[in-house]
């Protein structure tokens, strides 16, 4: 299984050390948008996309980037996300992006996300919440998430 991970990690580095830990098991490489053709994903047979969650939303450039791929991949894909707070059922963050890759023709398998530094006024002003997150039980849970994926779609390639 070939696999790469398309992650947008800006404010504290929190998105990019969960998408190594995913990208060490699955043996992908970890890329932001501006560093992967959209074509060139034509050449995976899984895609990670990942950011932390500003305002209940994936970063912007992110969900540019998926908005700008070519219909029909025909890929399978999994969606993560750090965030200062767990998604709440009234408004899944994952949700859009995950409809919004089905509409390019991914095939989104799972989705994983867990708490992170979040600094976004007005938490600033109290040095954010989630200090110390994520944290090795977090990244323990990424690296179980990821293995459960390199069984399942491994298996499946």
């Known amino acids: 299984?070939?696999?790469i991970i398309v992650c947008t990690s800006v404010s504290h580095g929190n998105t990019k050390r969960v998408a190594?830990?995913?990208?060490?098991?699955l043996g992908a490489r970890v890329v932001a948008p501006e560093e992967v053709d959209p074509a060139g994903l034509a050449d995976y047979d899984l895609v990670g996309f990942g950011s932390g969650i500003f305002n209940g939303s994936f970063h912007v450039g992110l969900r540019e980037f998926v908005k700008g791929?070519?219909?029909?991949?025909?890929?399978k894909?999994?969606?993560?996300?750090?965030?200062?707070f767990p998604e709440f059922p009234f408004r899944p963050f994952t949700r859009p992006l995950v409809r919004l890759l089905g509409q390019k023709g991914f095939e989104v398998v799972d989705t994983f996300s867990c708490?992170?530094?979040?600094?976004?006024?007005?938490?600033k002003l109290?040095?954010?919440?989630?200090?110390g997150r994520p944290n090795a039980a977090?990244?323990?849970?990424?690296?179980?998430?990821?293995?459960?994926?390199?069984?399942?779609?491994?298996?499946?390639s």
């Open 115 to 123: 708490r992170a530094l979040d600094t976004l006024a007005p938490f």
């Open 138 to 156: 977090d990244l323990a849970d990424a690296r179980a998430f990821a293995e459960n994926l390199r069984t399942r779609i491994g298996a499946a």
């Open 77 to 84: 894909a999994f969606v993560f996300a750090t965030s200062g």
């Open 126 to 131: 109290v040095g954010g919440v989630r200090k």
């Open 69 to 75: 791929l070519p219909v029909g991949q025909q890929r």
């Open 1 to 3: 299984m070939k696999a």
């Open 20 to 25: 190594e830990v995913i990208g060490e098991v």
